[in-house]
């Protein structure tokens, strides 16, 4: 099952404070165990759900802060739709080992659920037991759920859930499998569980995910927009092209912004993977004309996050450290979902999550 019933006292860790540690994975331990003596880091005395809401300018979430089931995330309840690297697997089990704790939670969204969304609702109704801002500009707030009628209603409402999909946090959810199987010879245990936050799909908030590439293949621009001409209507902009839709791309080359419209009639609709924004600038754009094929290798090609702006592509682009820049449509949470239901992988870079969620506010302990 995706969610097991609430933690027992000490799984989940508490802080009134956000910062950022800045600690290397040696000195982790020492430090957690001192913030808990200095009063930084509580726990709580009872099991309890924890309402988390972030707040970012005009965007508001509201998530359930939990432990999900390791079990649930091997047998494929809990999705997944991005590959992970050993490397960043490895980095994060040593730093889980290290404190016997994870400090970091994995953002969950889940299908429509009208009971549990007005559960998170009502319990959010008071004020809040911690409020905090994080230097970024996010407001984190925690609600505490321990009355034992309520946490059996949210518990019942999150056991029906058909399933979870991760959005963020594919490395820290393998990493504590890996701890789970390791530790398992002496029994289950907290080790079986995972941090999480769970929000409701239609509240997450993606930005696009958007690419530079550092030459044109050996071609000029002018011979660049002559060769996208047969696919694409390509129209000069005067200003950054945002696309509002997946069949648009933005394209800065030579110091102008171009959109490029593919036909509707192109987009494989029945294909979860081949339908996303970036499938469609790679079978149309990057492999043909520019020959990257390879995207999570190619050194020819990075990514860029939409928090960063559309700004930031021109300014690679001008500073002549890239030669073009192409935006996208942002990857949709019902696409993202599609494509783990399929139990396939997304190309890589190609969901950017904001707000994030912060480390150590909440903490899970491997007692």
């Given at each position: ?150 946490v059996e209603a949210i518990t019942r409402a999150a056991e029906a859930l058909p399933a979870l999909y991760i959005c963020d946090g594919h490395h820290r959810s393998a990493a504590a499998a890996r701890v789970a199987r390791a530790r398992n010879g002496a029994g289950g245990g907290s080790h079986d569980y995972f941090l999480a936050v ?170």
């Amino acid at each position: 099952m995706p969610m097991k019933n609430p933690p027992h006292p000490g799984d989940l860790i508490k802080t009134e404070v956000i910062e950022a540690l800045g600690l290397s994975i040696s000195k982790a331990a020492e430090n957690l165990n001192r913030m808990v003596s200095e009063g930084l880091l509580i726990r709580d005395e009872r099991p309890a759900y924890y309402i988390y809401p972030l707040i970012a300018h005009s965007h508001a979430q509201t998530g359930l802060a939990a432990i999900a089931s390791v079990a649930a995330y091997d047998a494929g309840r809990i999705r997944k739709h991005e590959l992970t690297t050993p490397v960043k697997e490895d980095d994060r089990v040593r730093q889980i080992e290290a404190v016997n704790a994870q400090t970091g939670p994995v953002m969950l969204a889940y299908p429509p659920a009208p009971v549990l969304d007005d559960l998170l609702q009502r319990a959010a109704a008071v004020p809040p037991d911690v409020d905090a801002w994080a230097d970024d500009g996010v407001r984190h707030q925690l609600w505490v759920v321990a009355e034992p009628a309520a946490v059996e209603a949210i518990t019942r409402a999150a056991e029906a859930l058909p399933a979870l999909y991760i959005c963020d946090g594919h490395h820290r959810s393998a990493a504590a499998a890996r701890v789970a199987r390791a530790r398992n010879g002496a029994g289950g245990g907290s080790h079986d569980y995972f941090l999480a936050v769970l929000f409701p799909h239609h509240a997450l908030h993606i930005l696009d995910y958007n690419r530079v590439v550092r030459d044109l293949n050996g071609r000029s621009p002018e011979s660049l927009l002559e060769a996208l001409r047969p696919t694409f209507t390509v129209e000069p902009f005067d200003r950054p092209v945002r696309p509002a839709a997946a069949n648009e791309i933005g394209l800065y080359v030579a110091a102008r912004w171009h959109r490029l419209t593919l036909p509707p009639g192109l987009i494989p609709r029945n294909d979860p993977i081949g339908r996303l924004p970036i499938s469609l600038l790679a079978r149309h754009i990057l492999e043909p004309l520019f020959g990257i094929k390879d995207q999570r290798n190619d050194k020819r090609i990075d990514f860029v996050g939409g928090g960063r702006g559309l700004a930031e592509l021109a300014r690679r682009v001008d500073a002549g450290e890239m030669a073009a820049a192409f935006s996208l449509y942002p990857t949709q949470m019902a696409d993202l979902m599609a494509v783990a239901d399929a139990g396939l992988i997304m190309p890589p870079k190609s969901t950017w999550f904001e707000p994030k969620l912060a480390d150590g506010l909440l903490s899970h302990v491997l007692d």
